[in-house]
């Protein structure tokens, strides 16, 4: 079981060059409600050097990314083996 999301964000900066940014958000004993709450916060967090008129696109595109990461996670974790 995943108990350990790292949420990433590639920001290009002004000058052009990529920076990268992560941070891990524990998904232990968490609610989904809770963990949605945190990865919009990591999101934001990631983002917060992007370019004003980019904040708004990395946020959103980096929730995307972690929430398609916990649903991989679910799908594996409730995934039936038939051999």
Same mark, same amino acid.
């Given at each position: 079981m995943i108990r350990t999301l790292l949420i990433s964000a590639t920001i290009l900066a002004a000058a052009g060059a990529a920076q990268a940014e992560t941070i891990k958000v524990s998904l232990v004993g968490k609610t989904e409600a809770s963990v949605k709450v945190e990865i919009i916060k990591?999101?934001?967090?990631?983002?917060?050097?992007?370019?004003?008129?980019?904040?708004?696109?990395?946020? /959103?595109?980096?929730? #995307?990314?972690?929430?398609? #990461?916990?649903? /991989?996670?679910?799908?594996?974790r409730t995934a039936t083996l038939t051999f």
């Open positions: 990591a999101s934001e967090a990631v983002c917060h050097d992007a370019p004003a008129s980019e904040y708004s696109a990395c946020v /959103r595109d980096t929730y #995307q990314d972690a929430m398609a #990461q916990v649903a /991989r996670a679910k799908a594996v």
